[in-house]
C-alpha cells in the first residue's frame, strides 16, 4: 500500500470531530454589549462601533443634526421645545447653542429612557436651570407653552429611537425574540399582542394598510386572525414572524423572496406600532396647536420616518401656510446626506420639514 493510501484509510477510520461552532468576534445578544451598553466607560468600543456604520447597543445616534441647527438658528436667551427627547442629542446640541442662557423644555413617554437621559444630560451639565424634562405626550405642548409664554424654537424627530428598538425587552424588532409589546411606554395602554386578541379580520386589514400600506394585508390579517382563533396567542415577536413568513410561503423561491418578507414584517411591526402608541392621533392633535405655541417669527422643524407621518405634517404646514400662519414652509422635503445615511443606515428614510411662524 502507498503512502498516501495508507493515509486515506487512516483517515476515513477516524471518526469525524465537530468543530467547535465559531461565535464571532462580537456579542451578539442585546445583554452581551455590555461594553456598548456602558458608553461613557468604553468610549474606543463606542467609536469603533459608529465607524463600522452601526450604533451601538443603548445608545441612539442623531440625525440631521447640523440641518437642524442650520435652520433653527438658536440664539441665546431662547425658549425651545424638545418633544421627543429620546438620548438626549439633539436636545444636548440645541442647549450648547443657548450658552448657558434659555431654557428648553423636553418630553418623552418612555418613562425607562428618559430617566437614563435625564441622568447622562445632568451629569454633562444640562440641569433643572436650563432642562426641564417631562414624562408626557407631546401633544400637550399646548400646556407647556401657555405654562412658559411660546417657544421661539421646536424640534419633533418622530416615531423610536435606536435603544428602544434595540432592546428586546420592548418588542419593536423583528429580528429579536422578545415580547410582543411595541408601547413606547410600556406602563400605559395595551401591548400589541393583548391588541391582537380581539381584533377582527377586518379591522386589522385596514390598520395594516392604513399604517403601513400592506400590499399583503388581507392575507395577513386572516392568517394573524385565524392563528389566534385556533388558540395559538401571537405574543411574542418571533410568533408573529413566524405567520408572516408562512402567509408569504407562496411567493416563488427566488432572491427577492428573503427581502419581501423583511420588508412585510417591517410595515407589520410599524402599522402595530403606531396603532397601539395613537401615533397618527398624537401627531395630529401636536400639528392643530403647534400655531398656539410658537411665538411670532418662532421656527420648527419636523423629521418624520414613513410616508403617513410625511403627509401629515405636509398637510398641516401648507394649511397653515395659506391660512398665513406660517410666514414660510418646507414646500419640498430636506433629505440626509448621502454620507450621514453611509454612516447611520438608520437615516436612510429620514425627511425634514420646516416652517416659520408669522410675526
Ligand atoms: C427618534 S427618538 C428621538 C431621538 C432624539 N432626538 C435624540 O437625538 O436622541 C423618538 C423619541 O420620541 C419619543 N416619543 C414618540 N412619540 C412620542 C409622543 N407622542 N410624545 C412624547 N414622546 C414621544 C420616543 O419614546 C422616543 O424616545
Excluded at 464571532?24 to 445583554?31: A, L, R, S, T, V
Excluded at 451601538?56 to 440631521?64: D, E, Q
Excluded at 411670532?296 to 391660512?323: M, Q, W
Aim: proline fraction near 4%; charged fraction near 30%.
Amino acid at each position: 500500500m502507498s503512502e498516501q493510501n495508507n493515509q486515506n484509510t487512516q483517515e476515513s477510520q477516524t471518526p469525524h470531530k465537530r468543530r467547535v461552532r465559531y461565535k464571532g468576534k462580537y456579542p451578539k445578544k442585546f445583554e452581551e454589549k455590555y461594553k456598548e451598553l456602558q458608553p461613557e466607560k468604553y468610549k474606543d468600543t463606542i467609536a469603533h462601533v459608529i465607524q463600522k456604520g452601526n450604533t451601538p447597543a443603548g445608545m441612539h445616534i442623531s440625525i440631521m443634526v447640523n440641518e437642524i441647527l442650520d435652520f433653527l438658528k438658536i440664539q441665546p436667551g431662547e425658549t425651545g421645545f424638545d418633544a421627543t427627547l429620546g438620548y438626549g442629542g439633539h436636545t444636548k446640541a440645541m442647549l450648547e447653542c443657548l450658552k448657558g442662557e434659555g431654557h428648553i423644555y423636553a418630553t418623552d413617554v418612555d418613562p425607562e429612557e428618559s430617566a437614563k437621559t435625564r441622568k447622562r444630560l445632568a451629569d454633562q451639565g444640562f440641569g433643572e436651570d436650563i432642562l426641564s424634562i417631562r414624562l408626557q405626550n407631546f401633544c400637550t405642548i399646548d400646556e407647556i407653552a401657555k405654562e412658559v409664554g411660546g417657544f421661539d424654537f421646536i424640534l419633533a424627530d418622530l416615531g423610536v429611537s435606536s435603544m428602544q428598538i434595540d432592546n428586546p425587552k420592548r418588542g419593536f424588532s423583528f429580528k429579536v425574540d422578545g415580547p410582543l409589546d411595541l408601547r413606547l411606554n410600556q406602563e400605559k395602554g395595551i401591548s400589541a399582542a393583548e391588541r391582537l386578541d380581539n381584533i377582527s379580520e377586518e379591522e386589522l386589514a385596514g390598520m395594516l394598510y392604513e399604517n403601513s400600506d400592506e400590499p399583503y394585508c388581507e392575507e395577513l390579517a386572516k392568517a394573524i386572525t385565524d392563528e389566534i382563533r385556533r388558540g395559538n396567542r401571537i405574543d411574542t415577536t418571533t410568533k408573529l414572524r413566524n405567520v408572516i413568513e408562512k402567509t408569504l410561503d407562496f411567493l416563488p423561491n427566488n432572491k427577492e423572496k428573503k427581502d419581501i418578507i423583511k420588508k412585510t414584517c417591517q410595515r407589520t411591526f410599524q402599522a402595530l406600532r403606531i396603532d397601539v402608541n395613537n401615533e397618527f392621533e398624537v401627531l395630529y392633535e401636536f400639528m392643530e396647536k403647534l400655531p398656539g405655541a410658537l411665538k411670532p417669527g418662532g421656527r420648527v422643524a419636523i423629521l418624520t420616518f414613513h410616508s403617513g407621518e410625511d403627509k401629515l405634517v405636509k398637510k398641516a404646514l401648507k394649511a397653515g401656510y395659506k391660512e398665513g400662519i406660517y410666514s414660510e414652509y418646507a414646500r419640498d422635503v430636506v433629505r440626509p446626506s448621502a454620507q450621514e445615511c453611509a454612516q447611520n443606515g438608520r437615516a436612510r428614510s429620514t425627511k425634514m420639514r420646516w416652517a416659520v411662524k408669522a410675526e
